[in-house]
């Protein structure tokens, strides 16, 4: 029972210290809610918009599958794997590739200044006419400022080490990102987001920018750049061989054209045929234009087969739920940023009341010893 009266003791002590610090947890709590309204006000707005598309499978694909359930049956296909497919799961490497991002720099976009609407690029528009927003400014002058000041010494080396050019051999595989480049790729980490769901067989692409015609249009070129990339290289093979069967069916046209020029000219010089020399002649000269006209047209049938090939193989992208111009902003939940500073002001409070209590006992206590001793 004593037990029990103590802790009733100590509960009670907590809640008249609560009580007796209301001024104290109501100055934190009114702090908090106004950096609470401060920092949700100060951040910048975003506008997300997506793009749900569906790549086409290929029949290699398909018969792999079948091939799967037909040896579990013990029964063997022979399909081989083909690699020239792109699984969807690598979809997000592809977008983080330099060449796709320097494409996404590119984009044209429709900006609303003050002179009226323009079009601008994508890196153009945060390099001349994006502000940033107040919290953001804040951050970059005081937190971020060290940092600031070392990519600005960083960038004064970079330029002194690259005023030696590369060798034309290896400018053709080594590129160079410029201190602009690295800034703009980095913020497109943070906007372009691929969701590959290959359990279903469907992506997700989104793109946020600050304006919301911005983000759909952001939207609608990475997918378009993506789809492309998709396509160049699941054809690329046939292009290859389409690209030498070509330069082997103009040889065989023009090996076919001369063999009938040779033919018509000694026909014409020998109308008459009369002697068993000109007739031999002739024949031979048949033959060779009777092989080059079957070799002209073989390669004829297999160029057509080779331009067959590539549009076959050619991926096609069913969009399912199409790029539109978000009417809502994604970003920030003000309510949320409110409530989450109201719960940290909280915190606070209830650690700074709990450090005091904890700190008055402890004083009590080496009091009640020291008057023991």
């Known amino acids: 029972m004593k037990k029990i009266q103590t802790e009733r003791i100590d509960w009670t002590r907590v809640v008249l210290s609560i009580w007796k610090e209301r001024r104290l947890i109501l100055i934190v709590m009114l702090s908090s809610l106004a950096l609470g309204v401060f920092v949700a006000f100060s951040l910048g707005e975003e506008y997300t918009s997506r793009s749900v598309f569906i790549p086409q499978v290929s029949q290699s694909s398909k018969n792999s599958g079948i091939s799967g359930l037909a040896s579990i049956a013990g029964v063997n296909l022979g399909s081989s794997p083909n690699f020239s497919e792109i699984p969807p799961g690598l979809y997000p490497k592809i977008a983080s590739s330099t060449g796709f991002k320097r494409e996404l720099l590119d984009t044209k976009l429709t900006y609303l200044s003050e002179k009226g609407e323009i ?50 051999a290896k400018e053709e595989y080594i590129g160079r990102l410029s201190t602009s480049e690295i800034g703009h790729f980095e913020r497109l980490d943070g906007q372009l987001n691929i969701e590959p769901n290959e359990k279903m067989g469907y992506v997700q692409l989104s793109f946020s920018m600050p304006y919301p015609l911005m983000a759909a249009e952001m939207t609608l070129a990475a997918e378009n750049i993506l789809q492309r990339e998709i396509i160049k290289y699941r054809i690329r093979n046939a292009e290859e061989q389409l690209k030498f069967i070509e330069a082997r069916f103009v040889e065989k046209k023009q090996e076919f054209e001369k063999t009938q020029t040779r033919l018509a000219d000694f026909r014409d010089r020998n109308q008459n045929l009369s002697t068993s020399f000109a007739r031999s002649e002739q024949e031979r000269l048949e033959s060779e234009y009777n092989l080059a006209f079957n070799n002209y047209l073989d390669m004829a049938k297999q160029l057509e087969n080779s331009k067959f090939q590539v549009s076959q193989d050619a991926p096609v992208f069913s969009v399912i739920d199409p790029v539109v111009v978000p009417h809502k902003r994604s970003a920030p939940n003000k309510p949320l940023v409110i409530i989450l500073w109201l719960i940290v002001g909280g915190i606070v409070a209830t650690a700074i009341i709990s450090i005091r209590f904890f700190v008055k006992d402890i004083r009590e206590l080496i009091s009640k010893e020291a008057n023991g001793c």
């Open 119 to 168: 079009n601008v690029t994508y890196a153009d528009f945060y390099e001349n006419h994006y502000e940033l927003p107040l919290l953001n400014k804040i951050k970059k002058y005081t937190v971020g400022l060290p940092l600031l000041v070392w990519k600005k010494i960083r960038g004064k080396d970079e330029k002194v080490q690259s005023t030696g050019d590369l060798d034309s």
